[in-house]
């Protein structure tokens, strides 16, 4: 139960892409979405979570684990509504290369041998999936592609930033994650609405809230099944059944015209999911 748990955790993300680009379509910009998509989720767990807002309110590293997961989602989330779903999906997985650089600076980490070659593993990865086919400087050739990059590496952080902080209860933990989903991507939102770079919140009619309040549910189901499956199984084994999300999104983005997958971008993508499974593999050594 805890492993389907947390697939279905990965399965909801990796689908998350289709959701989102349907309400930008009709009109709701995917930072919006973002907004109300997560206020179900901080609403239950300030109400439910006595104390935390407290907890969270003391605490400097909890504050910065609450813009990282802002950071992350936002990202994320925008990124895989505005551009190549598998690209983006791809380069947020880089997230192995930056926890090991992150984790040794904050955390004062060794770098083992392992971590060396999850680090050439997930440049190789990087290097393939950004090269031009026409040739030049492997770099970021569009704003969901520098998304999905910066969504890693504030994931990396989000999750070194957990570890320094495990001494926190769950419930300030996971009020700051949820605060940082609706307040970094609420402040974003406002800030290029009122700039004209995005449109005010909007809908086409009534019969779009019904869609709305169903995917709040199901990324509010999802979370707890990630938190039920995570308390349950070793973090190693966690960490490589979430890596279920990469082919959930590159597979649907192929069918429902959401993203390409040449050969570069195969062999890339290998690689980084190459590291990811080495960081489960050290994991579970340590």
Do not use: K
């Not at 690209?87 to 290369?97: G, I, W």
């Not at 969504?151 to 952080?157: M, N, P, R, V, Y």
């Not at 019904?210 to 099944?225: I, T, V, Y």
């Amino acid at each position: 139960m805890p492993i389907l748990a947390l697939m279905f955790n990965a399965t909801i993300w990796g689908l998350s892409w289709w959701p989102f680009r349907q309400f930008e379509a009709a009109g709701m910009h995917p930072l919006w979405t973002t907004v109300i998509m997560y206020t179900l989720s901080w609403v239950v767990v300030l109400v439910s979570q006595r104390g935390a807002a407290a907890e969270l309110l003391r605490s400097r590293g909890l504050w910065l684990v609450m813009l990282a997961a802002g950071l992350t989602n936002t990202a994320f989330n925008w990124g895989v509504a505005t551009g190549d779903v598998v690209r983006v999906v791809l380069l947020f997985y880089l997230m192995p290369l930056w926890a090991v650089l992150l984790a040794r600076l904050i955390l004062g980490e060794p770098l083992t041998a392992i971590a060396g070659l999850r680090i050439a593993l997930a440049l190789g990865g990087a290097l393939a999936v950004l090269s031009p086919a026409d040739g030049g400087w492997p770099l970021p050739s569009s704003l969901p592609d520098v998304l999905g990059l910066v969504g890693g590496i504030t994931f990396a952080f989000n999750n070194v930033m957990l570890r320094r902080e495990a001494a926190r209860s769950p419930g300030a933990r996971a009020l700051a994650m949820f605060s940082g989903g609706v307040g970094v991507a609420g402040v974003s939102a406002l800030a290029m609405a009122g700039g004209g770079l995005a449109p005010w919140p909007w809908l086409p009619g009534a019969v779009w809230l019904l869609p709305l309040a169903g995917m709040a549910l199901l990324f509010f189901a999802s979370n707890l099944s990630l938190q039920y499956g995570a308390a349950r199984l070793p973090a190693n084994v966690t960490a490589v059944v979430m890596l279920t999300e990469v082919p959930v999104a590159a597979v649907s983005a192929l069918l429902l015209g959401g993203g390409v997958l040449d050969g570069r971008t195969a062999l890339g993508g290998a690689a980084i999911l190459a590291a990811a499974l080495l960081a489960a593999v050290e994991r579970r050594r340590a």
